[in-house]
């Protein structure tokens, strides 16, 4: 349980740096429109925050940490998430700094997005195979 609720700090931590950014960094180049940074905090937040500890509080009453599958997932996880925010701080900066990317760029960007955004499901749905599976043990 410890070890999400570790899990779960860190995302906070970086869901915090990540509002701030977004905050002083598009005040700072004066941009007011629509930005991919804006969705990071909120990302890192539900995603990373309340996810974990969401799952620390299943893991008091099931075996949860045991199952065979946990470490895949987490694993997993925790490589999807951070790559869809890196690819979102990418877009992010592209387009508060107004960078005319060449079509093949921009392609990559949007391909890895959508990569990052498959492998979330993935970890996602084994998740849910996970939770379908376990037995709750009263206390």
Do not use: C, W
């Not at 921009?106 to 379908?132: D, E, K, P």
Request: aromatic share 12%.
């Amino acid at each position: 349980m410890k070890k999400l609720i570790n899990i779960s700090f860190i995302y906070f931590i970086f869901a915090m740096i990540g509002g701030v950014f977004y905050r002083e960094f598009t005040k700072y180049f004066n941009f007011t429109e629509k930005t991919t940074l804006a969705f990071i905090h909120l990302h890192l937040l539900a995603l990373g925050t309340i996810i974990f500890l969401i799952l620390a509080l299943f893991s008091i009453n099931t075996d949860l940490l045991n199952h065979k599958k946990f470490n895949l997932f987490l694993k997993l996880y925790n490589i999807s998430l951070p790559s869809m925010i890196i690819v979102m701080t990418i877009r992010g900066i592209v387009q508060v700094l107004n960078v005319n990317l060449i079509p093949s760029i921009n392609a990559s960007i949007s391909g890895l997005a959508g990569i990052t955004h498959i492998l979330m499901t993935i970890s996602l749905v084994i998740l849910f195979l996970i939770l379908r599976s376990l037995n709750v043990h009263s206390k």
